[in-house]
């Protein structure tokens, strides 16, 4: 069955650092990747996704990914942290065929100033 | 557009009573999904529906029922609610390969 780790639970980053949060997954030739971003009692909301092409994906609110097919890795990464991003992060995985999602345990980001 | 609204908000029920939780989308999506979240363990698939009349069971049917209502409405139903069931409740919707748009949630006490 497919998986996907998130290894941190917390992670505390000065305001202005930089930031990687770590994702595995475990399934498929082909992955459908995504980052979402939870903020304390809203809903999901979708940073970025990875289907194919180039292995960089851009996304919203000045947040990258980079998929490592070597390493089953989906890490994403921002330059200069802000307070405002501050929530919770989930990395998901899509089987192949079909859109149903399993999620990371998702990793707790705080943002000191 | 709404997006993806989800009635009620919050609910507390007691240990064996039923209740319906409700979500509707605006957005023409053929797929819907029920998920929910509790600390340390992400989001988890309960059922889910590919198109109008198909349901399909996820990660974690049991003790859960669903209705694909019409292409809008996708309800979920606890029949006899257990503690174990306390949780937040997302509902999402998508057309297929692409994102999931995400409800607000059903935070549920079972007590």
């Known amino acids: 069955a497919q998986s996907v780790t998130q290894p941190d639970i917390h992670i505390t980053v000065s305001e202005g650092a930089s930031l990687e949060l770590r994702c595995n997954y475990s399934?498929?030739?082909?992955?459908?990747l995504f980052w979402y971003v939870q903020s304390p009692g809203q809903g999901l909301q979708l940073l970025l996704k990875?289907?194919?092409?180039?292995?960089l994906v851009q996304g919203i609110k000045g947040f990258e990914a980079e998929f490592k097919r070597s390493q089953s890795s989906f890490n994403l990464r921002k330059p200069s942290v802000h307070w405002s991003d501050a929530a919770e992060y989930f990395c998901?995985?899509?089987?192949?065929?079909?859109?149903?999602?399993?999620f990371g345990a998702g990793t707790i980001l705080r943002v000191k100033s | 557009n709404a997006g993806v609204t989800q009635t009620p908000k919050f609910q507390v029920l007691k240990t064996g009573q039923s209740m319906t939780l409700q979500c509707a989308q605006d957005?023409?999506?053929?797929?819907m999904y029920w998920y929910r979240q509790d600390p340390g363990m992400g989001l988890r698939l309960i059922y889910y529906?590919?198109?109008?009349?198909?349901?399909d069971k996820g990660e974690v049917p049991n003790g859960y029922n669903v209705s694909r209502l019409n292409k809008r409405e996708f309800s979920l139903r606890l029949e006899s609610a257990a503690p174990s069931q306390t949780s937040v409740y997302f509902c999402?919707?998508?057309?297929?390969?692409?994102?999931?748009?995400f409800g607000p949630g059903t935070r549920l006490t079972v007590l």
């Open positions: 999402a919707s998508s057309e297929e390969y692409n994102e999931q748009f």
């Open positions: 399934y498929g030739a082909t992955p459908y």
């Open positions: 990875y289907f194919s092409g180039d292995t």
């Open positions: 998901a995985q899509s089987m192949e065929y079909g859109n149903k999602l399993v």
């Open positions: 957005m023409n999506h053929n797929s």
């Open positions: 529906s590919a198109s109008e009349g198909t349901t």
